[in-house]
């Protein structure tokens, strides 16, 4: 039965573990990439005065009517205080001009300032500007900007919510993988120091999969890790349910949160608050890459986070679009434990806690990749001929912690739970039909 559901998983997993491989390994080094290739459009010489932020911004909206765009998807948030038709308008507008998704303002001398805007395809793509001149050092294309396009890519892109609903089936799926691998794996008659070492002179069926196992078992808690911290980022899991599981308990982060998305013109009137905003967040003490979105709802506030390796260092600050006074300044201990742990997977997945995460998370990307190889291979040296070797379904009664187990997934993951009713019915129905007297003339 284990055999049974392992194989049945893993064929809908294997592709979603070797897209977000390779997706999450292009993102954890675009940055890297994009120095490396456009250090013309990432890097500037100091100089001794600063153009105003504002003026940078205003430059790069400048800048973006040259370029042929219309206005992405809509914004949402989960802290939205103004759903009305109106305030949902306004991105998308084309009289607005193209919505802004992102200022990025680094605290590195000889880094340039970046400009994020929405292409209609949903992606987003740079405008980088000189902070001491004011003037616009060029712009990439959507497809250009590898950090957009392969987080893009990793999150379901192009297929919208409809995608991240799929990688979250994946995700829940790929957690049936490794509990049903890890009990298949358990040491009978060796120990498990012993089960953990392949057994090289056994013949090629028994090391091969002595090799998909140990690995497998050594990256298990790094990959439940990532796919439970993976969960919060779905369109249906992280939205309709952690959002709710939040609002019962009270633990909602208070510094709420912005999708970005407001239009150029939007930007453009609360923009004479920038400088004050940015200047007293970073008179607060607020380290690192500066990352600033504004909502296209009336009374958003300026919403600046910043990057870090540091979870002491890791700020959310609120300014007042009107004047550029702070209106709301949080730490990572501010923060309800719920939203605190969603942080921690955040910084986990992007590299953020330097060189070691960076590299940890490329091997265990990599490592991945090899249990899809050694998984298919393993499938292909052992299947019978001429057939998909799909192992029997056995008829047993299932013990009461595997229910236990089951039952408690499809209550927390509803994707999951409805495809194993609709996995029960297909089956239901493919034996009905193929018991029938016109299944057995088939």
Same mark, same amino acid.
């Given at each position: 039965?284990?055999?049974?559901?392992?194989?049945?998983?893993?064929?809908?997993?294997? !592709?979603?573990?070797?897209?977000?491989?390779?997706?999450?390994?292009?993102?954890?080094?675009?940055?890297?990439?994009?120095?490396?290739?456009?250090?013309?459009?990432?890097?500037?010489?100091?100089?001794?005065?600063?153009?105003?932020?504002?003026?940078?911004?205003?430059?790069?909206?400048?800048?973006?009517?040259?370029?042929?765009?219309?206005?992405?998807?809509?914004?949402?948030?989960?802290?939205?205080?103004? =759903?009305? !038709?109106?305030?949902?308008?306004?991105?998308?507008?084309?009289?607005?001009?193209?919505?802004?998704?992102?200022?990025?303002?680094?605290? /590195?001398?000889?880094?340039?300032?970046?400009?994020?805007?929405?292409?209609?395809?949903?992606?987003?793509?740079?405008?980088?500007?000189?902070?001491?001149?004011?003037? *616009?050092?060029?712009?990439?294309?959507?497809?250009?900007?590898?950090?957009?396009?392969?987080?893009?890519?990793?999150?379901?892109?192009?297929?919208?919510?409809?995608?991240?609903?799929?990688?979250?089936?994946?995700?829940?799926?790929?957690?049936?993988?490794?509990?049903?691998?890890?009990?298949?794996?358990?040491?009978?008659?060796?120990?498990?120091?012993?089960?953990?070492?392949?057994?090289?002179?056994?013949?090629?069926?028994?090391?091969?999969?002595?090799?998909?196992?140990?690995?497998?078992?050594?990256?298990?808690?790094?990959?439940?890790?990532?796919?439970?911290?993976?969960?919060?980022?779905?369109?249906?899991?992280?939205?309709?349910?952690?959002?709710?599981?939040?609002?019962?308990?009270?633990?909602?982060? !208070?510094?709420?949160?912005?999708?970005?998305?407001? =239009?150029?013109?939007?930007?453009?009137?609360?923009?004479?608050?920038?400088?004050?905003?940015?200047?007293?967040?970073?008179?607060?003490?607020?380290?690192?890459?500066?990352?600033?979105?504004?909502?296209?709802?009336?009374?958003?506030?300026?919403?600046?986070?910043?990057?870090?390796?540091?979870?002491?260092?890791?700020?959310?600050?609120?300014?007042?679009?009107? =004047?550029?006074?702070?209106?709301?300044?949080?730490?990572?201990? /501010?923060?309800?434990?719920?939203?605190?742990? *969603?942080?921690?997977?955040?910084?986990?997945?992007?590299?953020?806690?330097?060189?070691?995460?960076?590299?940890?998370?490329?091997?265990?990307?990599?490592?991945?990749?090899?249990?899809?190889?050694?998984?298919?291979?393993?499938?292909?040296?052992?299947?019978?001929?001429?057939?998909?070797?799909? !192992?029997?379904?056995?008829?047993?009664?299932?013990?009461?912690?595997?229910?236990?187990?089951?039952?408690?997934?499809?209550?927390?993951?509803?994707?999951?739970?409805?495809?194993?009713?609709?996995?029960?019915?297909?089956?239901?129905?493919?034996?009905?039909?193929?018991?029938?007297?016109?299944?057995?003339?088939?």
């Amino acid at each position: 039965m284990f055999w049974r559901w392992h194989f049945l998983a893993s064929l809908l997993v294997i !592709p979603f573990v070797l897209w977000q491989s390779t997706t999450g390994t292009l993102y954890l080094w675009s940055e890297w990439w994009m120095d490396v290739s456009r250090p013309e459009l990432r890097f500037v010489e100091p100089s001794a005065a600063r153009a105003p932020l504002r003026d940078q911004v205003a430059a790069a909206l400048a800048s973006s009517l040259l370029v042929p765009a219309t206005a992405a998807r809509p914004a949402h948030s989960h802290g939205a205080t103004d =759903s009305s !038709p109106a305030a949902a308008g306004a991105v998308g507008d084309p009289q607005n001009g193209i919505p802004v998704d992102s200022i990025i303002v680094a605290d /590195d001398p000889h880094r340039s300032t970046t400009v994020l805007l929405q292409s209609s395809s949903g992606l987003s793509y740079p405008v980088f500007v000189n902070p001491y001149d004011g003037h *616009v050092l060029g712009t990439l294309k959507p497809t250009e900007w590898l950090p957009g396009l392969s987080r893009s890519l990793h999150g379901g892109w192009p297929l919208g919510k409809a995608g991240s609903w799929l990688l979250e089936l994946a995700a829940s799926w790929a957690i049936v993988m490794i509990i049903t691998g890890l009990y298949l794996w358990w040491p009978h008659g060796r120990s498990l120091r012993q089960a953990l070492w392949p057994r090289f002179s056994a013949g090629p069926r028994i090391l091969l999969r002595d090799l998909h196992a140990c690995v497998a078992v050594l990256f298990s808690v790094v990959f439940l890790f990532f796919l439970i911290s993976a969960l919060p980022w779905t369109a249906f899991w992280g939205e309709q349910v952690l959002l709710r599981v939040q609002m019962a308990l009270g633990q909602e982060s !208070p510094a709420g949160f912005s999708p970005g998305g407001a =239009s150029a013109t939007q930007i453009a009137a609360a923009s004479p608050s920038l400088d004050e905003a940015v200047a007293t967040a970073r008179a607060r003490g607020v380290k690192g890459l500066l990352e600033i979105r504004l909502a296209p709802w009336p009374g958003a506030p300026w919403f600046m986070t910043n990057r870090t390796a540091s979870l002491a260092d890791d700020r959310t600050v609120l300014g007042d679009t009107r =004047s550029g006074a702070i209106v709301g300044d949080f730490r990572h201990d /501010d923060h309800p434990l719920i939203p605190r742990l *969603v942080a921690v997977g955040i910084h986990v997945h992007q590299g953020d806690f330097g060189p070691v995460n960076l590299w940890l998370n490329t091997a265990f990307a990599l490592s991945l990749v090899w249990l899809s190889i050694t998984g298919i291979a393993s499938w292909w040296i052992r299947r019978p001929k001429q057939a998909l070797g799909v !192992p029997p379904k056995v008829r047993v009664r299932w013990p009461r912690p595997l229910v236990a187990v089951v039952a408690t997934m499809c209550l927390l993951l509803p994707i999951f739970a409805a495809s194993v009713l609709a996995v029960a019915g297909i089956e239901k129905l493919a034996r009905g039909f193929w018991s029938s007297p016109e299944g057995e003339r088939c």
